[in-house]
């Protein structure tokens, strides 16, 4: 079974310009989530989908970041304009039965904003 | 609000030796689960072992195992044998019942010496 794939691995990119994060979750996993990492800190929760549906975006630090998952199947993660302290590394997650059983993580994305 | 504290940001062990990392949590649930993840250098996160809070008995998973104290809040990670392939950031990782996310601490950096 192919396990979550992200992508890029990496992208550096100017303050001010846009840069759209793609997640592709495992087959058949409804349940899909975004996390970020600023370095040396936790890991912080930014959204949740159930299907197409958002089912949690608290964690969503501004209006500057967008996240869709059409169909239910992969999922993009907008940042415009980005910002400075949106670096870090954004992880992706996906689950079938609920968080309750853990996730299966992405290797992230690695943005620098410079 | 739930928090989950590794006060390890770093640790070391010598090869074939036993290591231990902390991690407290705060929580008014009585009904979570905890997670150990793994984060190796190639930066994708793997469930190492899980901890359901009305279990008393200590999760184990090979040369892994868990220390639950429910009263004093704390679920630490015993690693066995330890293995060069054990290097990677470890990651504690909370989650209720009620609760829409998994809250995550900081992480601790663990380095097997040869």
């Known amino acids: 079974e192919a396990g979550v794939t992200q992508f890029p691995s990496h992208s550096v990119i100017e303050k001010g310009q846009t840069v759209t994060l793609r997640c592709d979750p495992i087959?058949?996993?409804?349940?899909l989530y975004w996390y970020r990492r600023v370095m040396g800190k936790e890991i912080k929760f930014l959204l949740h989908f159930v299907k197409e549906s958002k089912q949690d975006e608290s964690g969503m630090p501004n209006n500057r970041f967008l996240a869709e998952r059409t169909g239910g199947t992969y999922s993009t993660l907008k940042v415009q304009p980005a910002e400075l302290e949106d670096s870090g590394v954004y992880f992706c997650?996906?689950?079938?039965?609920?968080?309750?059983?853990?996730?299966?993580f992405g290797s992230g994305t690695r943005l620098t904003v410079v | 609000a739930q928090t989950v504290t590794q006060s390890q940001p770093e640790m070391s062990v010598q090869e074939a030796e036993t290591v231990t990392l902390s991690c407290t949590y705060d929580t008014s649930e009585s009904d979570y689960y905890l997670f150990w993840y793994k984060q190796p250098p190639s930066r994708q996160m793997i469930l190492v072992i899980r901890q359901e809070a009305y279990k008393q008995q200590n999760a184990t998973e090979n040369r892994f195992s868990v220390n639950f104290q429910k009263a004093a809040k704390s679920f630490s990670l015993k690693i066995s044998d330890s293995q060069l392939g054990d290097a990677a950031m470890y990651f504690c990782?909370?989650?209720?019942?009620?609760?829409?996310?998994?809250?995550f601490g900081a992480g601790t950096r663990l380095t097997v010496k040869p």
């Open positions: 997650a996906s689950s079938q039965g609920g968080r309750r059983y853990g996730y299966t």
């Open positions: 990782a909370y989650t209720s019942i009620s609760g829409n996310d998994m809250r």
């Open positions: 087959s058949g996993h409804d349940n």
